[in-house]
């Protein structure tokens, strides 16, 4: 459920600025950040009222669940990778939709196209490991006028010209086309599953906290081959590697104890990955819900508890303006499979804060044993709350 | 404290009423000419503030008129163009119902487009519920300040008219901004989601504005070309300086009428000052016998004068500061029925202000000062010049100075005829004021002269005393002739102006208004009216005891900088009716319905040089169209110009079946009353609409006419006022100097009351000579006022229009002045006893 403790760090961020909720880019934030507070429609602590909820398991119906559930506060597609060049030069990215309902309760039938309850916010970013730089950008749309939507067949999720789409007439999200391009830089990508779907949680079903309802529908790719071009200040290359795609919708909200989290994501070279997270307490304390998963090579999976992982910061890095300082490497056990790793960060900087919410997601460089043989990989990890 | 300088302050505080009249001259033109310009600028400011919020970064805007444009082209230039500092704009007006003359501008956004475009919307703090503020149509933000003048908190109820309807909305919460431009520009703004604003304004699907940041002209270029008819990319500043540029001439005209009054100070001053050295001729002779050079006796003069001037300008700015809190609402009130609607909160002095008013002020009193200075600068080392060798070169002077009068009363003429910019009009009338200044001694001379005679034989001695006694003492008299020559020439000149002006708007009204009933929609002052429900107007045709309507459709088109009026109305059968031509096609009428013709106002061609026979290019939906011109009609509703197109024509190439206004002709024999009670009821309760019958119609634009030239009453009085403190001053220095004079009259036999009306006298004397001077020379500037000024700064042609009655008021005015000054004089010297004024004299 990794991802859906993304909108907590939105409640504990504060007020969100109007302002910054258009920055774009490698722009500078505003100075004054105003807050025109969207962060109460976004979080709705207590007002679910007019919103759907995740209320227990329930089985998936495909291509529907594809497309977007505009009734739940929020929604993710969530794309992570890594690309090499031709010249095997490593490359990060992040291209990821959000779909919030900002305004639940909101008049109906209203004469404007412009009417909605929806809210789209796109982010994209690239890490370029030889270059050690990091290029991010924000974009914010309301989800009316074809400016900002989604639909599930044929799969296509977009704000803008920033698309998730089915490449051809496949029922089904894959293979997939990537295009997020702005300000010199992008991504033109044809995903294809390597592996299946894998639910997380009960079959999908994330619980995230005592309450019911307090939940997300959550699964996952965990193993995706990329393929096509990515554009670095202007100049296109082509490029092929590995990606992984996370689906999560609901209408759930968090302990007000909890500070933030660290979440990771690892695809090994022998055909394993592991997902795995670090719900972090305010008084410095890991929250037991915490969880991850295991997948193997043939696609099987099983769900791993906070007590079946062993994972410490070995270093931390300072963000430039010293607003934040955040782990920046971390050693990694997994004691029931012989696993043992050290997760570093490819470039420290891979900080997003140019938008409207200021977190570290970034391509982690990976390394270690399983079973007494050396492995390797790569991983992403986002962490918030900083 | 040098000796010299010493002198001059005690003489000045020994002479207190007569520096406090100089003071006060300058102070009224001073402050004048500051009042006008704080509320000139006042207004710009306030428009430009709101221009500047509301554009914010954008450097070019896509609009289309009044019709604004379909909402798909948002999408289109965000996507298909990549064009992502976009952020659209739907915007109108609506009036508060709960504060009076309150009119808030509406402007409906994206809040997620707009800080690339407009960081007043970005920069603004507050507690808005976003939820709220987009899931629902009448939820509305404004300024903290705002909502906290207007005592207004977030829940609260604002209710609205707009477009004729009456609206509740809900204030959702206020913003704090972070620039003083927002907290200024904005402060009349509610803002609202887009698509709230499009309910609420009635404006679905269509959009007013896209405002965009592009990166350089070449795109601004290329993107313009890829735009569909009738929609326009023009630079952001556009619409803004070609709305001020229209109000330019009003302004303008307030400066000139302003420095007119200073005009008047500055003679003031040069009396005082003239006085001031004539009373020292035997000191100043004794000082340069001590030794004191012309240098020093120049800069001592000029000295006193500084500090006349310098005590009058500061005064003068604080009454000008005051005076301006009143102006200001007259100003914005004229530019708010003429050209814009713009907001004036509070009057603030700035550096500019308190520069040009000091300017004005010590500039006036220095030249004013000069000549009396270098008077005194020649006094020769003994005092043996006497009183009667400066009169006596007064004057000799005096025939030089009337042909100096000639030559700049005819280059002024000349510059009126030929000037083809308002400035160098303005230059022109000037000429001719101070030409007609410059005649004034020559002509107090001659005509004393002449009337000492029939005066004599008339009153007696005192008659011809008093007669003689103005070219005797001609130097100060002339001065006071002329300043009250100018005020009152002013009085008629304007006057005139505004009678002919009036005059020549009734008879236009009187032929427009050719129907019995007019119906349209409330609107906001200075907008056009919404458009009718549709269906109204086939109702309203259908109503027992209505002979045929007529129907109005008002929109602007956008065509380079500016949005151009349209007018498109059902044109009678060959019926000229609501229309005087200046000039025009025989075949018009005919070629109005049967090709792409149009007729133009006249301030339309004289802004835009097309006449009868010229084509016309107009944006239509279906891309530019060529129409020619076939007339030009009299028409004084705007000084920006109309075109103006039969209604069928209209409705076919713009597709539009909108009407704006219905114009209803009763069958013979109707009562209005009861007509507009049937029209009411076969409208409905659909839309909130006004009957006015073509009398009420004539009455309120009379009123408003009346409003708009109130500013330039109020000045003509102030100048008024300027010139009779002006008189009194220099009645009072001419009895006071003669007041010797009296006391050997007194002392030789002669009554108080031969003596006072002796003063009186000449005072009469005076006035009536200013009056009388002030008759050809107010109808002068009559004429180039109507003629050329109001021809260049609004393309009006104006009948001059003179009442009698207004040219014996003026006469009036100057003797009722004149006497009303002489009487304190001529008071005080009767009740002098002749011995104190005779020991007064000797120094």
């Given at each position: 459920m990794g991802r859906a403790r993304f909108f907590p760090a939105l409640l504990l961020a504060g007020a969100v600025p109007i302002a910054g909720l258009t920055g774009c880019g490698d722009r500078e934030p505003p100075e004054d950040p105003a807050p025109m507070s969207v962060t109460g429609a976004l979080s709705g602590e207590d007002q679910g009222a007019g919103l759907t909820r995740v209320e227990g398991p329930e089985p998936l119906v495909f291509p529907r669940d594809h497309g977007p559930h505009p009734g739940y506060r929020h929604e993710w597609w969530y794309v992570t990778g890594h690309l090499f060049d031709g010249e095997d030069r490593h490359y990060g990215f992040q291209a990821t939709l959000f779909r919030f309902n900002v305004a639940p309760e909101s008049t109906p039938e209203r004469p404007s196209a412009w009417a909605t309850d929806q809210l789209w916010m796109g982010h994209f970013a690239i890490t370029d490991?030889?270059?050690?730089?990091?290029?991010?950008?924000?974009?914010?749309?309301?989800?009316?006028?074809?400016?900002?939507?989604?639909?599930?067949?044929?799969?296509?999720?977009?704000?803008?010209?920033?698309?998730?789409?089915?490449?051809?007439?496949?029922?089904?999200?894959?293979?997939?086309?990537?295009?997020?391009?702005?300000?010199?830089?992008?991504?033109?990508?044809?995903?294809?599953?390597?592996?299946?779907?894998?639910?997380?949680?009960?079959?999908?079903?994330?619980?995230?906290?005592?309450?019911?309802?307090?939940?997300?529908?959550?699964?996952?790719?965990?193993?995706?081959?990329?393929?096509?071009?990515?554009?670095?200040?202007?100049?296109?290359?082509?490029?092929?590697g590995q990606a992984w795609k996370d689906r999560e919708w609901g209408t759930s909200?968090?302990?007000?104890?909890?500070?933030?989290?660290?979440?990771?994501?690892?695809?090994?070279?022998?055909?394993?990955?592991?997902?795995?997270?670090?719900?972090?307490?305010?008084?410095?304390?890991?929250?037991?819900?915490?969880?991850?998963?295991?997948?193997?090579?043939?696609?099987?999976?099983?769900?791993?508890?906070?007590?079946?992982?062993?994972?410490?910061?070995?270093?931390?890095?300072q963000s430039p303006d010293g607003q934040a300082t955040y782990p920046g490497g971390w050693q990694l056990t997994l004691p029931e499979e012989g696993l043992a790793l050290e997760l570093r960060p490819v470039v420290a900087d891979q900080e997003l804060r140019a938008g409207v919410f200021r977190y570290w997601e970034g391509a982690l460089a990976v390394s270690g044993e399983r079973a007494g043989q050396p492995v390797s990989g790569h991983g992403y990890a986002e962490l918030t709350g900083y | 404290m040098h000796l010299l300088r010493r002198a001059g302050l005690r003489y000045l505080l020994g002479h207190r009423w007569q520096v406090a009249l100089a003071v006060l001259g300058i102070t009224l033109g001073v402050a004048v000419v500051t009042a006008v310009d704080l509320a000139n600028r006042s207004a710009l400011q306030a428009f430009q503030l709101s221009a500047d919020a509301l554009t914010g970064e954008a450097t070019h805007s896509i609009t289309a008129g009044s019709e604004g444009f379909d909402e798909a082209l948002y999408p289109w230039l965000r996507v298909e163009q990549g064009e992502r500092r976009a952020s659209p704009v739907v915007e109108g007006y609506a009036e508060d119902l709960d504060q009076a003359a309150r009119v808030w501008r509406v402007l409906g956004v994206d809040a997620f487009a707009e800080s690339e475009v407009r960081p007043g919307l970005g920069g603004i703090a507050g507690q808005a519920d976003l939820a709220l503020f987009m899931g629902r149509d009448d939820h509305v933000l404004m300024l903290e300040d705002a909502a906290a003048e207007l005592d207004l908190q977030p829940g609260d109820r604002l209710r609205l008219r707009v477009q004729g309807r009456e609206r509740t909305v809900v204030l959702g919460g206020t913003l704090a901004t972070a620039r003083p431009v927002d907290r200024q520009g904005l402060h009349d703004v509610l803002?609202?989601?887009?698509?709230?604003?499009?309910?609420?304004?009635?404006?679905?699907?269509?959009?007013?504005r896209i405002d965009l940041v592009l990166p350089d002209e070449g795109r601004a270029a290329t993107l313009a070309e890829d735009l569909p008819d009738g929609v326009q990319l023009r630079p952001a500043e556009a619409r803004s300086s070609a709305l001020l540029d229209m109000s330019r001439a009003f302004r303008l005209n307030l400066t000139a009428f302003?420095?007119?009054?200073?005009?008047?100070?500055?003679?003031?001053?040069?009396?005082?000052?003239?006085?001031?050295?004539?009373?020292?001729?035997?000191?100043?002779?004794?000082?340069?016998?001590?030794?004191?050079?012309?240098?020093?006796?120049?800069?001592?003069?000029?000295?006193?004068?500084?500090?006349?001037?310098?005590?009058?300008?500061?005064?003068?700015?604080?009454?000008?500061?005051?005076?301006?809190?009143?102006?200001?609402?007259?100003?914005?009130?004229?530019?708010?029925?003429?050209?814009?609607?713009?907001?004036?909160?509070?009057?603030?002095?700035?550096?500019?202000?308190?520069?040009?008013?000091?300017?004005?002020?010590?500039?006036?009193?220095?030249?004013?000062?000069?000549?009396?200075?270098?008077?005194?600068?020649?006094?020769?080392?003994?005092?043996?010049?006497?009183?009667?060798?400066?009169?006596?070169r007064s004057r000799a002077r005096a025939p030089r100075l009337a042909g100096a009068g000639v030559g700049a009363i005819l280059l002024g003429s000349a510059l009126l005829l030929v000037s083809p910019a308002l400035l160098v009009a303005f230059?022109?009338?000037?000429?001719?004021?101070?030409?007609?200044?410059?005649?004034?001694?020559?002509?107090?001379?001659?005509?004393?002269?002449?009337?000492?005679?029939?005066?004599?034989?008339?009153?007696?001695?005192?008659?011809?005393?008093?007669?003689?006694g103005l070219s005797a003492g001609l130097s100060r008299s002339a001065v006071a002739v002329a300043a009250l020559m100018i005020a009152i020439s002013t009085v008629v000149g304007v006057g005139v102006m505004v009678d002919s002006f009036r005059g020549t708007f009734e008879r236009w009204l009187d032929a427009s208004l050719a129907a019995d009933v007019y119906i349209a929609a409330p609107s906001v002052t200075g907008e056009a009216s919404p458009p009718l429900a549709p269906?109204?107007?086939?109702?309203?045709?259908?109503?027992?005891?209505?002979?045929?309507?007529?129907?109005?459709?008002?929109?602007?088109?956008?065509?380079?900088?500016?949005?151009?009026?349209?007018?498109?109305?059902?044109?009678?059968?060959?019926?000229?009716?609501?229309?005087?031509?200046?000039?025009?096609?025989?075949?018009?009428?005919?070629?109005?319905?049967?090709?792409?013709?149009?007729?133009?106002?006249?301030p339309f061609q004289s802004r835009h040089g097309v006449g009868t026979g010229d084509p016309l290019t107009l944006p239509t939906p279906a891309g530019e169209r060529s129409f020619t011109v076939v007339g030009v009609t009299y028409d004084y509703t705007t000084s920006e110009g109309a075109v103006i197109m039969a209604a069928e024509r209209y409705r076919s190439i713009w597709e539009d079946e909108t009407v704006n206004s219905v114009a209803v002709h009763a069958a013979a024999g109707t009562d209005t009353a009861e007509l507009v009670a049937r029209?009411?009821?076969?409208?409905?309760?659909?839309?909130?609409?006004?009957?006015?019958?073509?009398?009420?119609?004539?009455?309120?634009?009379?009123?408003?006419?009346?409003?708009?030239?109130?500013?330039?009453?109020?000045?003509?009085?102030?100048?008024?006022?300027?010139?009779?403190?002006?008189?009194?001053?220099?009645?009072?220095?001419?009895?006071?100097?003669?007041?010797?004079?009296?006391?050997?009259?007194?002392?030789?036999?002669?009554?108080?009351?031969?003596?006072?009306?002796?003063?009186?006298?000449?005072?009469?004397?005076?006035?009536?000579?200013?009056?009388?001077?002030?008759?050809?020379?107010?109808?002068?500037?009559?004429?180039?006022?109507?003629?050329?000024?109001?021809?260049?700064?609004?393309?009006?042609?104006?009948?001059?229009?003179?009442?009698?009655?207004?040219?014996?008021?003026?006469?009036?005015?100057?003797?009722?002045?004149?006497?009303?000054?002489?009487w304190y004089p001529a008071r005080r010297m009767a009740a002098t006893p002749p011995g104190d004024a005779l020991r007064e004299e000797v120094e």
């Open positions: 490991t030889q270059g050690e730089a990091f290029h991010h950008f924000e974009r914010l749309s309301r989800g009316a006028l074809e400016l900002a939507g989604g639909q599930p067949d044929p799969f296509r999720i977009w704000l803008e010209d920033w698309s998730l789409a089915a490449d051809d007439d496949s029922p089904g999200p894959f293979p997939m086309r990537v295009r997020f391009q702005q300000d010199g830089f992008g991504v033109d990508l044809r995903l294809e599953a390597e592996k299946p779907m894998v639910l997380q949680g009960d079959g999908g079903y994330s619980q995230k906290g005592p309450e019911r309802g307090n939940a997300s529908r959550y699964f996952s790719w965990t193993r995706l081959a990329a393929e096509g071009r990515l554009t670095l200040e202007g100049d296109e290359r082509r490029v092929a909200a968090l302990g007000e104890d909890l500070a933030g989290w660290d979440w990771f994501s690892v695809q090994l070279d022998d055909g394993h990955e592991l997902m795995f997270y670090h719900l972090r307490r305010e008084d410095g304390g890991v929250d037991p819900i915490s969880k991850g998963l295991w997948v193997t090579p043939a696609g099987d999976s099983r769900v791993l508890g906070l007590e079946d992982v062993d994972l410490v910061a070995t270093d931390e890095w | 803002i609202m989601d887009i698509a709230a604003a499009q309910a609420l304004l009635g404006r679905t699907g269509r959009l007013d302003s420095l007119l009054a200073l005009l008047v100070g500055a003679f003031l001053i040069y009396n005082a000052m003239t006085f001031a050295v004539v009373q020292r001729r035997a000191l100043f002779g004794r000082l340069r016998a001590l030794g004191v050079d012309r240098v020093q006796i120049l800069r001592l003069v000029l000295l006193e004068a500084a500090v006349v001037g310098l005590v009058g300008s500061v005064l003068g700015l604080v009454v000008g500061w005051l005076l301006a809190q009143g102006l200001v609402g007259l100003v914005t009130r004229t530019i708010n029925d003429l050209y814009f609607v713009v907001q004036v909160r509070g009057v603030a002095l700035s550096p500019h202000n308190l520069a040009l008013g000091l300017a004005l002020g010590m500039g006036a009193t220095l030249v004013a000062a000069l000549l009396p200075a270098n008077e005194a600068a020649r006094s020769p080392p003994r005092a043996t010049l006497s009183r009667a060798d400066l009169e006596g230059v022109g009338i000037f000429l001719l004021l101070m030409g007609a200044a410059l005649m004034v001694p020559w002509l107090v001379l001659r005509s004393s002269l002449a009337l000492a005679r029939p005066a004599g034989a008339l009153f007696g001695l005192p008659g011809r005393m008093a007669a003689r269906g109204l107007p086939e109702a309203f045709a259908g109503v027992e005891g209505v002979e045929r309507i007529t129907t109005g459709r008002y929109l602007r088109l956008a065509r380079g900088g500016e949005d151009w009026r349209l007018r498109a109305y059902d044109l009678g059968r060959d019926r000229a009716d609501g229309f005087m031509f200046r000039e025009g096609d025989p075949a018009l009428w005919a070629r109005l319905r049967e090709e792409d013709a149009v007729l133009v106002t006249e029209l009411r009821s076969a409208a409905g309760e659909a839309q909130a609409l006004r009957y006015r019958p073509s009398a009420e119609i004539r009455r309120i634009s009379l009123d408003v006419f009346d409003r708009t030239f109130t500013i330039t009453h109020v000045l003509r009085l102030l100048a008024t006022g300027v010139a009779v403190v002006g008189v009194l001053g220099a009645l009072l220095a001419l009895a006071l100097e003669r007041s010797r004079e009296m006391a050997v009259l007194r002392a030789m036999g002669c009554s108080v009351q031969q003596v006072r009306r002796l003063i009186l006298g000449q005072s009469l004397f005076a006035g009536g000579l200013s009056g009388l001077l002030a008759l050809p020379l107010g109808l002068a500037l009559a004429v180039a006022l109507t003629q050329t000024i109001n021809q260049r700064a609004f393309g009006w042609s104006l009948g001059v229009h003179v009442d009698p009655l207004l040219l014996l008021q003026a006469v009036a005015l100057a003797v009722l002045a004149a006497l009303l000054a002489g």
